[in-house]
């Protein structure tokens, strides 16, 4: 499933790219930015920077993953490093985003 990324206060020129903080999803590939429930739900981007118009990640739940609550606290987490760029070469400023996945059966 392909989710939007609202990305509120992101200017027209701006960019903004993500990494991984965790050490098994960088096994996994460039592009995986989290896996949960041992690797049953996998969440991916296309490595393209982000736009204020065009942000969007890819969500991959196996028919067996684990379900989730319907709270974000019972939300499969992670924290991922972000880096926003004013042009093509120049980082404006480094941060984190958290993520929260539900999944239900």
Do not use: C, H
């Not at 096994?27 to 065009?54: E, I, M």
């Not at 942000?55 to 379900?67: E, G, L, W």
């Amino acid at each position: 499933m392909k989710l939007e990324v609202a990305l509120i206060g992101l200017n027209d020129s701006e960019s903004l790219s993500m990494g991984t903080g965790s050490a098994e999803a960088r096994l996994a590939g460039p592009d995986v930015l989290a896996l949960f429930d041992s690797g049953r739900v996998k969440v991916t981007w296309d490595g393209v920077p982000f736009k204020k118009d065009n942000a969007y990640v890819t969500v991959k739940v196996a028919p067996d993953a684990r379900p989730t609550g319907t709270q974000l606290d019972q939300s499969y987490s992670t924290t991922m490093q972000t880096y926003l760029y004013k042009t093509a070469r120049t980082t404006q400023s480094a941060g984190s985003v958290t993520m929260g996945i539900l999944v239900s059966p």
